[in-house]
Structure formats: C-alpha cells, structure tokens
C-alpha cells in the first residue's frame, strides 16, 4: 500500500505502469471511502484508491490518496488505464469525487436528477429523491436482447400436455389460445 499526496496521484500511478520494475500492466480497481468526522486538515474526509496488478512480476499494489470535502477533485487516471474510466465515473456518481481530464465525467448508476451522493456516510437512507416523467422511447435502446429494426414477433399457439396422475398424459386444460399459453417466435434473420 502506498499512501500519495493528491498532487502527484496521477504521477505515481503512470510511473507504476511505465516503471521496468513496477510493470503494473493492469488495472483492477478504483473507489473512494467516506470518513465523515476526518476534518479537512488532517488530509481530507474521502479517500480515493486504486488497485493495480503486474501479470508478469505477480504482485499488486493499492495506492491511496486523501480528497478533502470542501474540493473532492483530483486528477484523472483514465488516460493511464482505460479500465479507470467507468470506476471513476461511479466514484463520481457515488462519492461525489471529481476527476480532473476525465473525458466523460457524468452518471453511471444514478439519474441525472438525482440529489446528493448515496454512498457518504451521511446520506440520509429515507431521502425522497424527485419523480423523473416517463421517458417515451428509450427503452429499445437498452442492449443486444431486443428484437431489430424490421422485425416482429409472431405469437403461436404453445402445445402443453401434462403428466396424469396414473402415468398418462393428457392435453392442458387452459385455452391454448388464451394469452398465457402463447409465445412469440421472430421473424427475424438468425445472429451469426
């Protein structure tokens, strides 16, 4: 574990990668710690760190850092390790930490209108946070599971038989015209 000054936070992170002797070639973590009663002259309430392992010497390191509350801001390590920048965007959207260079610092987790940081230690747990209106359209736009464009679902009868009590098998006894008993098939071209 190596305990940084703020400043040089970016700096010591680059030369663990770039050192021959470090090669810490990959990046496994970044989060942040709330101590709310550390006041801001002992080193400051929130402590960032990141972990960083060598696959060729096989050893790890956390390097920690102190953020005060009255500036939760440091730099940015995103352009050292590609991997930091999603962590430090949940560092943000959870702690409030601000990452100085970072290409696309917003919310990851939260909404957009969300109140406060719900990771502090001094959230409030029953906080109401405000009602966001319906947002028409998004929801075809949430990943690989949803059917494409020009494609439509076909619903068809299901054939369901059950098993009788003495060994036998007999048809359901719903409707399998009824909208439980049917499942949709695409249309759509299969995917490579």
Not at 134 to 163: H, M, N, Q, V, W
């Amino acid at each position: 574990m190596a305990r940084v000054d703020d400043a040089r936070w970016h700096d010591v992170v680059a030369f663990l990668r770039d050192d021959p002797a470090c090669n810490c070639d990959y990046f496994v973590d970044l989060s942040a710690v709330d101590f709310p009663d550390r006041e801001d002259a002992e080193g400051g309430r929130f402590e960032v760190y990141a972990i960083l392992y060598s696959v060729t010497r096989k050893h790890r390191i956390r390097v920690k850092t102190r953020v005060p509350e009255s500036d939760p801001e440091i730099a940015s390590i995103a352009d050292v390790y590609a991997g930091a920048n999603w962590a430090e965007r949940e560092c943000f959207d959870m702690f409030g930490v601000r990452f100085k260079g970072h290409p696309d610092l917003r919310r990851i987790l939260m909404y957009e209108e969300f109140e406060g940081y719900p990771l502090r230690k001094d959230y409030p747990a029953n906080k109401t946070q405000p009602l966001v209106p319906y947002r028409e359209g998004t929801f075809d736009k949430l990943g690989p599971f949803l059917p494409t464009r020009g494609c439509r679902s076909i619903a068809r009868p299901r054939r369901t038989r059950a098993r009788t009590g003495d060994g036998g098998v007999t048809e359901a006894p719903w409707n399998p015209s009824s909208r439980n008993s049917t499942r949709a098939s695409s249309s759509c071209p299969a995917s490579p």
